[in-house]
């Protein structure tokens, strides 16, 4: 016999309500593990994500609808700009790198993003296998797309118009020429191909020509990610590039912070929720120990004929509300990675957020102890009730 | 002075040669509600001594063996048991003590509903600190007769049954002493005398010395020496 074994012999006897104490205090962690877990991942991730860029410059609209749409990923951007209106940014001193990007097509629900090969680069991406394109038609393969669909290099693929899936571009299939090693970011789920493959399969039907610069057609991009050469460009170029009619610049850290602001109160208000169903949790402990204590009487004075001291019953009753929230938050712990993970595998939406269950957030080990310190508050009560029990009273009593 | 109602009558007979003391009670004094119900000079029990306490509700019986066993502080005088002054302990040293050196048998039982049967002997040790073997426990209810019932529940025992788990659980710690309140008030004749038999028998194979309280008649043969509270005789 041990003190543990005489804690779990009383739940054991009341297993419904430590079930329900358990099941109080788990729901509790899981509501905060999640909106810490989600945070976090969602802070890192968009940090991750709009790192190595500056500026964004598109057509004038929604800056944080050209930030997401551009560097997220998941939203529709609002237009495309005349490759001359930006081309003055890629020769201008304050700026150390300009990539295009043009986006607008899909393949297999994963979007097309043409671009330079500097794109790589800039976005800190190698080739795992194959190359990097060099003619029109060619792609590299995000790894999660490639992962997916189980193409290879040399692989061939049509891409259809709208980025969420329309009408295939059959006159153009694509062809695998590489494949990106992961990331961790959303270019993994992209499929990368020159600007030159993408103005192609929008030209007029049969015509497989791009059009030479200067024949009257303009060339669109949807939009320029800058890269600036020293902060000085921080104050200038946004000025510059807003002063145009058509153009606007979005600074993705003010856009991400803006954003995160947003998500940041809903996980807030989830946060406080899910301590205060803690607190809940806490309460029905409190509740319980006070019926077991009614129940326990006669028990506890046995104990103390049997040799127990004081300090041994309030060990006891202490245990009891460690195990019940050490049980519980465990099972919440638990529950929050293997919901995220879930959820970051069969949600698209969560997919493409690159929600996981596989990581810690920071501070999330600090719920356990957390939780055991208010069970052991809400078992204190019940603990000096059972310290101040009249023993011969109850004896007498029976 | 006590007050005229109170009474003891002290019989005793020879304890053994060579017997050690057990208890010993000087000018004890117990009062409830203002009233003094136990007033004792001296009293002694040594090794093997079996001493029935007999009175009336309310005479004081549960109080003097709660007093003997440490349990509450006597009004007036001094309790030895095993040559230790009980109010000379701190409370916590006296929980323990009585743990390792008194069994008692609770008027009302009190077996613990979430252990089984050997679970409710293993937590007796368990509380005072002793190591003892399941084979010794799995003895002690053999002797008692319910070698059969060793992992049934406790609320599955009739209430024979249960005293008798009462009793093997106060020898558990092999104590010194062993007390016993009204341990045959509800059992008819062949209980009441298998229960006195069984206690007898138990505390004789250990050496212990054994107090009953009863109001019981029919079991005050059993004993060699009587304590009559209640009484002014």
Same mark, same amino acid.
């Given at each position: 016999?041990?003190?543990?074994?005489?804690?779990?012999?009383y739940?054991?006897?009341?297993?419904?309500?430590?079930?329900? $104490?358990?099941?109080?205090?788990?729901?509790? %962690?899981l509501?905060?593990?999640?909106?810490?877990?989600v945070?976090?991942?969602?802070r890192?991730?968009?940090?991750?994500?709009?790192?190595?860029?500056?500026?964004?410059?598109?057509?004038?609209?929604?800056?944080?609808? @050209?930030?997401?749409? %551009?560097?997220?990923?998941i939203?529709?951007?609002?237009?495309?700009? $005349?490759?001359?209106?930006?081309?003055?940014?890629? /020769?201008?001193?304050?700026?150390?790198?300009?990539?295009?990007?043009?986006?607008?097509?899909?393949?297999?629900?994963?979007?097309? @993003?043409?671009?330079?090969?500097?794109?790589?680069?800039?976005?800190?991406?190698?080739?795992?296998?194959?190359?990097?394109?060099?003619?029109?038609?060619? *792609?590299?393969?995000?790894?999660?797309?490639?992962?997916?669909?189980? @193409?290879?290099?040399?692989s061939?693929?049509?891409?259809s118009?709208?980025?969420?899936?329309?009408?295939?571009?059959?006159?153009?299939?694509?062809?695998?020429?590489?494949?990106?090693?992961?990331?961790?970011?959303?270019?993994?789920?992209?499929?990368?191909?020159?600007?030159?493959?993408?103005?192609?399969?929008?030209?007029?039907?049969?015509?497989?020509?791009?059009?030479?610069?200067?024949?009257?057609?303009?060339?669109?991009? /949807?939009?320029?990610?800058?890269?600036?050469?020293?902060?000085?460009a921080?104050?200038q170029?946004p000025?510059?590039?807003?002063?145009?009619?058509?153009?606007?610049?979005?600074?993705?850290?003010?856009?991400?912070?803006?954003?995160?602001?947003?998500?940041?109160f809903?996980?807030?208000?989830?946060?406080?929720?899910?301590?205060?169903l803690?607190?809940?949790?806490?309460?029905?402990?409190?509740?319980?120990?006070? $019926?077991?204590?009614?129940?326990?009487?006669?028990?506890?004075?046995?104990?103390?004929?049997?040799?127990?001291?004081?300090?041994?019953?309030?060990?006891?009753?202490?245990?009891?509300a460690?195990?019940?929230?050490?049980?519980?938050?465990? %099972?919440?712990?638990?529950? *929050?990675?293997?919901s995220?993970?879930?959820?970051?595998r069969?949600v698209?939406?969560?997919?493409?957020?690159?929600?996981?269950g596989?990581?810690?957030?920071?501070?999330e080990?600090?719920?356990?102890?957390?939780?055991?310190?208010?069970?052991?508050?809400? *078992? *204190?009560?019940?603990?000096?009730?059972?310290?101040?029990?009249?023993?011969?009273?109850?004896l007498?009593?029976? | 002075?006590?007050?005229?109602?109170l009474?003891?009558?002290?019989?005793?007979?020879?304890a053994?040669?060579?017997a050690?003391?057990?208890?010993?009670?000087?000018?004890?004094?117990?009062?409830?509600?203002?009233?003094?119900?136990?007033?004792?000079?001296?009293?002694?029990?040594?090794?093997?001594?079996?001493?029935?306490?007999?009175g009336?509700?309310?005479s004081?019986?549960?109080?003097?063996?709660?007093?003997?066993?440490?349990?509450?502080?006597p009004d007036?005088?001094r309790?030895?048991?095993?040559?230790?002054?009980?109010?000379e302990?701190?409370?916590?040293?006296?929980?323990?003590?009585?743990?390792?050196?008194?069994g008692? +048998?609770?008027?009302?039982?009190?077996?613990v509903?979430?252990?089984?049967?050997?679970?409710?002997?293993?937590?007796?040790?368990?509380?005072?600190?002793?190591? +003892?073997?399941?084979?010794?426990?799995?003895?002690?209810l053999?002797?008692?007769?319910?070698?059969?019932?060793?992992?049934?529940?406790?609320?599955?025992l009739?209430?024979?049954?249960?005293q008798?788990v009462?009793?093997a659980?106060?020898?558990?710690?092999?104590?010194?002493?062993?007390?016993a309140d009204?341990?045959?008030?509800?059992?008819?004749?062949?209980?009441?005398?298998? +229960?006195?038999?069984?206690?007898?028998? +138990?505390?004789?194979?250990?050496?212990?010395a054994?107090?009953?309280?009863t109001?019981?008649a029919?079991?005050?043969p059993?004993?060699?020496?009587?304590?009559?509270?209640?009484?002014?005789?």
């Open positions: 016999m041990t003190l543990v074994k005489l804690c779990s012999a739940l054991r006897l009341r297993f419904g309500t430590a079930v329900l $104490n358990v099941t109080l205090v788990a729901l509790g %962690v509501i905060v593990a999640v909106v810490l877990l945070g976090s991942q969602l890192e991730r968009i940090e991750r994500q709009i790192r190595g860029i500056d500026l964004v410059v598109g057509a004038k609209g929604s800056p944080l609808q @050209l930030i997401l749409s %551009v560097v997220f990923q939203d529709v951007p609002s237009g495309n700009v $005349n490759v001359d209106d930006v081309a003055f940014l890629r /020769t201008h001193p304050l700026v150390a790198s300009a990539v295009p990007v043009a986006l607008g097509d899909s393949a297999f629900g994963f979007r097309l @993003l043409g671009s330079e090969p500097s794109f790589l680069n800039e976005r800190g991406i190698s080739i795992g296998e194959g190359r990097v394109w060099e003619e029109p038609m060619e *792609a590299v393969l995000g790894a999660e797309v490639a992962r997916t669909m189980g @193409l290879r290099v040399g061939q693929f049509l891409g118009h709208g980025l969420t899936g329309g009408i295939a571009h059959g006159d153009h299939p694509y062809t695998v020429v590489g494949i990106a090693r992961p990331t961790g970011t959303v270019v993994d789920r992209l499929i990368l191909t020159s600007l030159e493959s993408v103005w192609r399969v929008h030209t007029p039907r049969g015509s497989l020509a791009t059009p030479p610069e200067g024949d009257g057609r303009s060339r669109e991009i /949807t939009a320029l990610l800058v890269r600036y050469r020293t902060p000085l921080a104050i170029l000025r510059l590039v807003n002063a145009k009619p058509m153009l606007i610049g979005a600074a993705p850290a003010f856009e991400a912070a803006r954003l995160l602001s947003l998500v940041g809903g996980l807030d208000a989830l946060r406080v929720f899910g301590w205060v803690l607190v809940t949790a806490a309460g029905s402990v409190l509740v319980a120990l006070t $019926n077991a204590l009614s129940d326990r009487r006669a028990d506890l004075a046995l104990m103390r004929v049997l040799g127990a001291t004081r300090g041994l019953l309030i060990r006891l009753l202490l245990l009891e460690v195990v019940l929230a050490g049980a519980g938050s465990i %099972v919440g712990l638990s529950l *929050a990675h293997l995220l993970e879930l959820f970051g069969f698209p939406e969560a997919q493409a957020a690159g929600l996981s596989l990581a810690l957030a920071q501070g080990l600090w719920l356990v102890p957390g939780t055991l310190l208010l069970a052991v508050f809400a *078992a *204190a009560t019940p603990a000096v009730r059972a310290y101040r029990a009249d023993l011969v009273g109850t007498v009593r029976g | 002075m006590p007050s005229p109602s009474w003891i009558v002290a019989v005793t007979t020879p053994e040669p060579g050690k003391q057990v208890v010993l009670v000087e000018g004890l004094r117990i009062v409830i509600g203002g009233r003094t119900l136990v007033g004792l000079d001296r009293w002694e029990l040594r090794e093997h001594a079996r001493a029935v306490v007999l009336p509700s309310g004081g019986k549960t109080s003097f063996l709660h007093v003997l066993a440490g349990l509450r502080a007036g005088g309790v030895i048991v095993a040559g230790h002054d009980l109010a302990l701190t409370e916590t040293r006296r929980d323990a003590f009585r743990g390792r050196h008194i008692y +048998v609770l008027q009302s039982l009190h077996l509903k979430a252990l089984s049967v050997l679970d409710n002997l293993r937590l007796a040790a368990f509380l005072a600190g002793n190591s +003892v073997p399941d084979a010794e426990l799995r003895g002690l053999q002797r008692v007769g319910l070698e059969d019932r060793t992992n049934a529940p406790t609320f599955e009739s209430q024979g049954e249960a008798r009462a009793i659980r106060a020898l558990v710690n092999r104590p010194v002493l062993v007390l009204e341990p045959t008030s509800a059992l008819d004749d062949r209980n009441a005398r298998s +229960v006195v038999d069984l206690l007898l028998a +138990v505390t004789a194979d250990r050496g212990a054994l107090v009953v309280a109001h019981d029919r079991i005050v059993f004993f060699d020496h009587r304590l009559e509270l209640g009484s002014d005789r």
